[in-house]
């Protein structure tokens, strides 16, 4: 096999990790070896340069984890992301490393196989200003404090109130992060190439609580009802910030995609059986 003259530049962001950072270093050379401009990327800041948008594919080596961080800064300039799994589940990064070098070379002898999945933005408004905004990959989760018996969280589709949930928090995922936390919480898994809301609440005090697969063209809209207590938003289970009574966390579909590279003799079914160990 040959790799295609229509990549030319790629880059590998690694994990900070040992192990990442010695196979990145010899994918690398390799990438090297065959022709390819090619760097690895250690600082998550040199995600945001504006040369990074001159990539024709990232590499991306660790876990999913590490690849939400990838998503996270470059789906702005629609990269091709490739995950090879140095972590456990892998749902996102399908290479494995035991045999990355020939999959690599398999994936770069042909046109991509480009997965396009849909991100969230995020927006917590706190007294009518804007605090932060945020692309996510996975989830949106707004869930209690440590020292939070309960938290009160009211939900609108649009301007429409849905209900108050009363336990642990919510969840707004992507189709993609069906897979997550929200599978965890007892959602729905929800084909990753779909574009809808997942919404699910976490540990309800009310038994008639349920998951619900909502439409993107509204947002939904999450406030914090409790008085005298705290909570956290978490954006793909990495960034937090701290919420108080009033605050409002507006999710909406982000403009950007994120482009995750699939190896074309495995399917999305396969690696649910493979991950999920079904027979």
Same mark, same amino acid.
């Given at each position: 096999?040959?790799?295609? %003259?229509?990549?030319?530049?790629?880059?590998? &962001?690694?994990?900070?990790?040992?192990?990442?950072?010695?196979? @990145?270093?010899?994918?690398?050379? !390799?990438?090297?070896?065959?022709?390819?401009?090619?760097?690895?990327?250690?600082?998550?800041?040199?995600?945001?340069?504006?040369?990074?948008?001159?990539?024709?594919?990232? &590499?991306?080596?660790?876990?999913?984890?590490? $690849?939400?961080? #990838?998503?996270?800064?470059?789906?702005?300039?629609?990269?091709?992301? *490739?995950?090879?799994?140095?972590?456990?589940?892998? &749902? $996102?990064?399908?290479? #494995?490393?035991?045999? #990355?070098?020939?999959?690599?070379?398999?994936?770069?002898?042909?046109?991509?196989?480009?997965?396009?999945?849909?991100?969230?933005?995020?927006?917590?408004?706190?007294?009518?200003?804007?605090?932060?905004? #945020?692309? *996510?990959?996975?989830?949106?989760?707004?869930?209690?404090?440590?020292?939070?018996?309960?938290? /009160?969280? +009211?939900?609108?589709?649009?301007?429409?109130?849905?209900?108050?949930?009363?336990?642990?928090?919510?969840?707004? @995922?992507?189709?993609?992060?069906?897979?997550?936390? +929200?599978?965890?919480?007892?959602?729905?898994?929800?084909?990753? @190439?779909? /574009?809808? &809301?997942? =919404?699910? %609440?976490?540990?309800?005090?009310?038994?008639?609580?349920? %998951?619900?697969? =909502? %439409?993107?063209?509204?947002?939904?809209?999450?406030?914090?009802?409790?008085?005298?207590?705290? +909570? !956290? $938003?978490?954006?793909?289970?990495?960034?937090?910030?701290?919420?108080?009574?009033?605050?409002?966390?507006?999710?909406?579909?982000?403009?950007?995609?994120?482009?995750?590279?699939?190896?074309?003799?495995?399917?999305?079914?396969?690696? $649910?059986?493979?991950?999920?160990? !079904?027979?």
């Amino acid at each position: 096999m040959s790799i295609l %003259p229509i990549y030319k530049k790629v880059a590998i &962001f690694s994990k900070n990790s040992k192990d990442a950072k010695e196979f @990145s270093k010899d994918l690398n050379l !390799w990438f090297k070896n065959k022709g390819l401009e090619s760097e690895v990327i250690e600082d998550v800041k040199d995600l945001e340069k504006e040369s990074i948008k001159n990539l024709d594919i990232l &590499f991306v080596v660790g876990g999913d984890g590490t $690849l939400l961080i #990838a998503s996270r800064r470059v789906s702005k300039y629609g990269i091709p992301l *490739v995950g090879i799994n140095l972590g456990r589940l892998g &749902f $996102l990064t399908e290479v #494995a490393k035991e045999d #990355a070098f020939r999959q690599v070379e398999e994936l770069l002898s042909k046109p991509l196989c480009v997965s396009k999945r849909m991100m969230l933005r995020a927006t917590l408004k706190r007294d009518g200003k804007e605090i932060l905004t #945020a692309d *996510v990959l996975n989830d949106v989760i707004v869930n209690k404090a440590i020292i939070a018996r309960i938290v /009160d969280v +009211a939900v609108y589709v649009g301007d429409r109130y849905i209900t108050t949930y009363n336990g642990d928090g919510v969840i707004v @995922s992507t189709p993609t992060g069906s897979t997550g936390y +929200a599978l965890s919480a007892g959602g729905p898994i929800v084909y990753p @190439s779909l /574009d809808v &809301f997942v =919404l699910v %609440p976490i540990c309800s005090h009310t038994l008639t609580a349920r %998951p619900m697969i =909502l %439409p993107t063209y509204e947002p939904i809209t999450i406030k914090m009802v409790s008085e005298n207590k705290d +909570a !956290w $938003l978490t954006l793909d289970g990495q960034e937090g910030t701290q919420l108080f009574y009033g605050d409002e966390i507006i999710v909406k579909q982000s403009p950007y995609y994120a482009y995750i590279v699939r190896t074309p003799n495995k399917s999305y079914f396969d690696i $649910l059986r493979e991950k999920m160990n !079904w027979r």
